[in-house]
């Protein structure tokens, strides 16, 4: 079946815009996960959804961040005011559940520059 | 907070040998799970293998397997027979039991040399 898929692949934009990335999970998992990577680190956690409902946003790093998911599939994650800092590649994850150790599964990222 | 560090920023292993890619982590947990993910230059994490921490056996499959010492929250990745399609990062990542991230290292590359 299709994996994760995340659009678009690319994306450059200037200091100050507004930004939406889309993120699609694999069928059926009702788990879902954004992750930040910027250059030479590994993901940093952003925000998990279960559902619709987002259960843990502990790692959106300002209000300039947010995330919906508003028919428990696809995912957008929305940056207003953009910052040179925010420069990285934001992988989406899915997995059926979240519990115990249920494997993740990554889409190939969203590369994000902002000039 | 849990950590993972992953001490060797890159390694490099002939075609059909052996590597060792090391991971430790911290944690006052005793429900957990241990993963390892590869990143090619695609950038698509993908699962290379996983450990729970209350399974003794240490996990296997195919040409990787993991080196699991609990007491000493070490957890390295062994590839056999190294070959060129293993070129990639590599990433040790630690999910508690009770909550829903995962947490990374900062990866290991490999390369694989003729």
């Known amino acids: 079946g299709a994996g994760v898929s995340q659009t678009p692949s690319n994306k450059v934009t200037e200091k100050g815009k507004y930004v939406e990335l889309r993120c699609d999970p694999i069928?059926?998992?009702?788990?879902l996960y954004w992750y930040r990577q910027s250059l030479g680190q590994g993901p940093e956690f952003l925000i998990y959804?279960?559902?619709?409902?987002?259960?843990?946003d502990s790692g959106l790093p300002n209000d300039r961040f947010f995330a919906v998911r508003p028919e428990g599939s696809v995912s957008t994650l929305k940056i207003q005011r953009t910052e040179r800092g925010d420069s990285a590649v934001y992988l989406c994850?899915?997995?059926?559940?979240?519990?115990?150790?249920?494997?993740?599964?990554f889409g190939p990222g969203t590369r994000l520059l902002v000039l | 907070a849990q950590t993972v560090t992953q001490s060797q920023p890159e390694m490099s292993v002939q075609e059909a040998e052996t590597v060792t890619l090391s991971c430790t982590y911290d944690?006052?947990?005793?429900?957990?799970?241990l993963f390892w993910y590869k990143q090619p230059p695609s950038r698509q994490m993908i699962l290379v293998i996983r450990?729970?921490?209350?399974?003794?056996q240490n996990a296997t499959e195919n040409r990787f397997s993991v080196n699991f010492q609990k007491a000493a929250k070490s957890f390295s990745l062994k590839i056999s027979d190294s070959q060129l399609g293993d070129a990639a990062m590599y990433f040790c990542?630690?999910?508690?039991?009770?909550?829903?991230?995962?947490?990374f290292g900062t990866g290991t590359r490999l390369q694989v040399t003729l």
């Open positions: 959804f279960q559902g619709t409902g987002a259960a843990d």
């Open positions: 944690t006052s947990e005793s429900d957990y799970y």
């Open positions: 069928s059926g998992h009702t788990a």
């Open positions: 994850a899915s997995s059926p559940t979240r519990r115990g150790g249920a494997t993740q599964y």
């Open positions: 450990q729970e921490a209350y399974k003794q």
């Open positions: 990542a630690y999910k508690s039991g009770t909550a829903s991230k995962l947490t």
